[in-house]
């Protein structure tokens, strides 16, 4: 039984007063409510700190964005795992379309990144894949993501394929408030598991959490995530306001 997943990515938002009233408010929403599901908050870098404190010791889990291969020296700008391990993250986005997209990230960066995550630490790696408007209008979006898939992941033996989360996104869902549908996000996602399953085998294929993200919100987040092979969400926009990002946490705590 796969534990359902939701993770927010705040993406570049929040100071670190927000990131602070964020927490209180969520907290106390969460307050008295069933156990929660596996919850995370990918954070950006400088609001981490104004999280660990709230967050500390409660089922959130407190994520970063990226992470760099190597383990120190001269990358302006990066951030080392040992840098995120020493303040206590668990979970890292790894080759987010934003990031390859608007910076370049490439299959191969995605794939050392992931590497050091698993072979580093034990922060969990939420690997993003999808394919964008023009390739879904094209019906290649199976072939774009079984090629992410096929370089991303390559290399990694079947024990640490099963503990990398695989996020399918696509491009075109993302932020637009056009979320991919059930129906779609099914077929995507367990189009996922069957290749995982060719590459590292069924009981891989079987543990290994797949989410949907694209446009989650409190409206179509039941619907989603009631899909068979819709393990969670990442969900960007929506994860922003406590009130929101709890309704779709109510939803994937009803599939536990
Ligand atoms: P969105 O973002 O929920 O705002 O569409 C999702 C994501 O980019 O992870």
């Not at 020296?73 to 391990?85: F, K, P, Q, R």
């Not at 960066?109 to 964008?132: D, F, H, Q, W, Y």
């Not at 991303?152 to 394929?161: K, Q, V």
């Amino acid at each position: 039984m796969r534990t359902p997943f939701i993770a927010g990515n705040w993406k570049m938002n929040m100071t670190c007063a927000q990131a602070a009233a964020f927490a209180d408010e969520f907290l106390k929403i969460r307050a008295g409510r069933a156990p929660a599901c596996r919850t995370a908050i990918l954070a950006p870098y400088t609001t981490i700190g104004a999280l660990t404190g709230p967050f500390g010791g409660t089922f959130v889990e407190i994520g970063a964005q990226n992470v760099h291969w190597e383990d120190h020296g001269a990358y302006t700008g990066e951030i080392s795992l040992s840098m995120l391990v020493e303040i206590g993250i668990q979970d890292c986005i790894v080759g987010h379309s934003e990031r390859r997209q608007y910076f370049g990230e490439t299959d191969d960066a995605v794939n050392r990144k992931i590497k050091k995550l698993l072979r580093g630490s034990g922060i969990t790696p939420i690997l993003c894949v999808g394919e964008n408007l023009e390739q879904r209008e094209a019906g290649c979006q199976e072939e774009i993501v079984a090629r992410e898939l096929a370089s991303d992941l390559s290399d990694l033996s079947e024990e640490e394929a099963s503990k990398v989360v695989i996020a399918y996104e696509p491009i075109w869902a993302i932020g637009t408030g056009k979320s991919a549908g059930a129906d779609a996000a099914e077929e995507m996602c367990s189009f996922i598991r069957e290749k995982v399953s060719g590459m590292f085998g069924k009981a891989a294929a079987e543990k290994v959490i797949i989410q949907y993200g694209g446009s989650v919100n409190p409206s179509n987040a039941e619907e989603i995530l009631g899909q068979p092979d819709v393990d969670g969400a990442l969900v960007g926009g929506a994860s922003l306001d406590a009130e929101k990002f709890s309704s779709i946490l109510d939803f994937a705590c009803g599939t536990c």
